[in-house]
């Protein structure tokens, strides 16, 4: 569902939001101007933005989920989504905005599993570009879609999920595991019911012009030059450790 109701909770979420994301686009864009160059953040002052970079994130995380509790009701059916579900997990999670990698990087990083969770990444990265390779030498309107799908139906845990079912980044984790909900039971999350009418699953879209801002932001950080994929780009940050080091983190 894109389109919702514009109710009064709807106008005040994303009014909040938007004031948000103007704010930081506008701090971005004033650091890029001081600094003479056409992006704000880079290799050279990453790590003494890394304060803001987490202070912001923590807030666009917020206000998306005061937007979500904004727009469910209008979800008739409600969510049958509940802790240590995890179908959805199984996903290779694409659409990861720069600063929440640098985010989840940062609370990874003083955990003793890191080196367990960048090996369980390097895994399934390695396994998701060997089925993408396939998915384009068999040709097909859509390789990278049918990838992901193909990935999907391998069942493939996020690195993240513990014993118990429940995600171990949770409060750290980005807004595209945020954003997937179902109408539906769990046992019709699962490969064989996911392109079927059991399995009404749905994305919670925010506002056009809202994605434009957070596109916005994110191009201040191109020149780091990270995958828009959570599992690649985590390997990323973790060849940037210095930077980390360096802001005493």
């Known amino acids: 569902m894109s389109d919702y109701f514009p109710t009064k909770a709807f ?12 704010a930081e686009r506008d701090r971005l864009d004033a650091l890029a101007l001081a600094r003479n160059r056409e992006k704000a953040i880079d290799n050279e002052n990453l790590a003494s933005e890394m304060p803001s970079i987490f202070s912001f994130c923590e807030g666009y995380q917020k206000h998306f989920m005061g937007y ?21 997990c199984k996903h290779f999670p694409m659409s990861v905005e720069p600063f929440e990698l640098i985010f989840l990087y940062a609370f990874l990083r003083t955990s003793d599993s890191l080196l367990d969770s960048l090996e369980k990444c390097l895994s399934r990265t390695h396994r998701f570009y060997a089925i993408r390779e396939k998915a384009e030498v068999e040709g097909g309107e859509d390789p990278e879609e049918n990838a992901l799908h193909a990935y999907f139906n391998e069942g493939h845990p996020c690195p993240f999920i513990l014993s118990s079912g429940s995600c171990g980044v949770y409060e ?11 109408e539906t039971s769990p046992e019709f999350c699962v490969s064989e019911y996911l392109q079927t009418e059991r399995n009404r699953s749905f994305i919670v879209y ?31 940050m973790n060849v940037m450790e210095s930077a980390f080091t360096q802001g005493h983190l």
């Open 11 to 22: 106008v005040r979420a994303t009014t909040l939001m938007r004031s948000f994301l103007i």
């Open 68 to 88: 979500l509790t904004a727009v469910m009701p209008q979800h008739p059916h409600g969510v049958r989504c509940g802790p240590g579900c995890g179908n959805c």
């Open 172 to 182: 750290h984790r980005p807004v595209t595991c945020r954003m997937y909900f179902s």
């Open 206 to 236: 925010l506002p056009d012009d809202i994605e434009e801002l957070i596109a916005d932001i994110s191009t201040h950080y191109e020149f780091l030059a990270l995958p828009e994929s959570l599992y690649d780009g985590l390997l990323a």
